[in-house]
């Protein structure tokens, strides 16, 4: 099962908006509503940021969003801001009952 | 509170074994899947095992089938990964991730990490 893609970085400024992509085939990310995004700051564990494409889990700020179309799933942030800047992974179940991640992006706050 | 806390990792030979643990507590751990994801140095994320509830239902990724075994102590509050014939590429750190309660796809809360080295 070949990793999902993703863009290796992305950046913005404070207080904007970015989007990270996440592409994968209709046996994974275009075949199920099992994307999930998660937040990883350096040396820490993952953190869940979005289940089930879209689902925010308690506590998960709502300038946090999610949206798939096709083979493509996105995470959006809004409201950019310093504590944001970590790396971000996307993961789907498949068809080969497993789960497969994205390659990671490195958002970098300007 | 939710709690995961792995042990057992360490520095082994290249084709020896280590037997992971995954101790839960703040939740129901007979409710909830769970899963083995592992982080190889400077690399992404990469998904190793899953179990379910029950221990009836278990999912490998095709780069540990027939090396690695998932298994759980529902008694214990306990997961445990047996890993046999290591190779280099396994060193990463392993972390244990609590999923759904049925057939649910995402990994809420992790543990901390244990770092698996395979090193002559």
Excluded at chain 1, 5 to 31: E, R, Y
Excluded at chain 1, 39 to 45: L, M, R, S, T
Excluded at chain 1, 60 to 85: C, M, P, W
Aim: one cysteine or more.
């Amino acid at each position: 099962q070949s990793a999902l893609t993703q863009p290796a970085s992305v950046s913005g400024s404070p207080g904007q908006s970015i989007t990270i992509s996440c592409t994968g085939t209709s046996s994974d990310v275009g075949g199920y509503n099992y994307v999930s995004w998660y937040q990883q700051h350096p040396g820490k564990a993952p953190k869940l940021m979005i289940s089930d494409v879209s689902n925010r889990p308690s506590g998960v700020s709502n300038r946090f969003s999610g949206s798939k179309s096709g083979n493509t799933a996105s995470l959006t942030i809004s409201g950019l801001q310093a504590e944001d800047e970590a790396d971000y992974y996307c993961s789907s179940y498949t068809i080969s009952s497993s789960v497969v991640f994205g390659g990671g992006t490195k958002l970098t706050v300007l | 509170d939710v709690q995961l806390v792995e042990s057992g990792g360490g520095l082994v030979q290249p084709g020896g074994s280590l037997r992971l643990s995954c101790t839960a507590s703040g939740f129901t751990f007979s409710s909830y899947e769970m899963n083995w994801v592992r982080q190889a140095p400077g690399k992404g994320l990469e998904w190793v095992s899953y179990i379910s509830s029950s221990g009836s239902t278990i999912y490998y990724s095709d780069s540990v089938k027939g090396r690695f075994t998932i298994s759980r102590d529902n008694a214990k509050n306990s997961l445990y990964l047996q890993m046999n014939s290591l190779r280099a590429e396994d060193t990463a750190v392993y972390y244990c991730a609590r999923g759904g309660v049925m057939f649910d796809w995402y990994f809420d809360y992790w543990g901390q990490g244990t770092l698996v080295t395979v090193s002559s």
